[in-house]
């Protein structure tokens, strides 16, 4: 793959489709199953094989800075294995989300038909270049909440 230093969407390519199949796998919850009986984001370090980390950390194996302006309630894990995957969880205004995603990943495209029986929208994107920090893809799930927040799961991710 050449490195133009453009990100192509390639949703359809191996790696999202090797996400999508990992995300489900084990014996615990899934990947998109954050909802506590608290309805909080939860506690991302928590769940089988996932190590709890500083968001820091998780979002600088994106090339990611910082959270976006006004995100609130950040878990943040890891899950190592054959691949590594980060698990980003944070709740924000939709508008909020809609413009860090269009200074951070202009070419993510957002669907409403998704795996995540819990997500309203959803979306992958291969990165090209793939992050200095690691990352080759990112899956993107969003759950609409009632106070007009969503509860995004961001997970970079290698292959």
Not at 20 to 43: F, I, K, M, Q, V
Not at 139 to 145: A, H, I, M, N, P
Request: hydrophobic content about 35%.
């Amino acid at each position: 793959m050449t490195r133009t230093g453009r990100r192509a969407v390639r949703a359809g390519g191996l790696v999202a489709v090797l996400a999508l199949a990992c995300l489900g796998c084990g014996g615990g919850p899934t990947a998109s199953d954050g909802r506590e009986p608290s309805g909080r984001a939860g506690d991302a370090g928590t769940r089988t094989g996932a190590k709890k980390v500083p968001c820091r950390e998780a979002l600088r194996f994106a090339d990611q800075e910082r959270l976006p302006a006004g995100a609130e309630d950040a878990t943040c894990a890891v899950h190592h294995g054959i691949d590594t995957l980060y698990d980003i969880r944070f709740r924000i205004a939709g508008t909020g989300l809609d413009g860090w995603l269009a200074a951070t990943h202009p070419d993510l495209e957002l669907r409403t038909h998704c795996v995540q029986e819990d997500a309203d929208r959803c979306g992958n994107l291969t990165l090209d270049p793939y992050a200095e920090g690691g990352a080759v893809a990112v899956e993107l799930t969003v759950r609409d909440e009632d106070d007009g927040r969503v509860l995004v799961h961001y997970r970079p991710f290698d292959t």
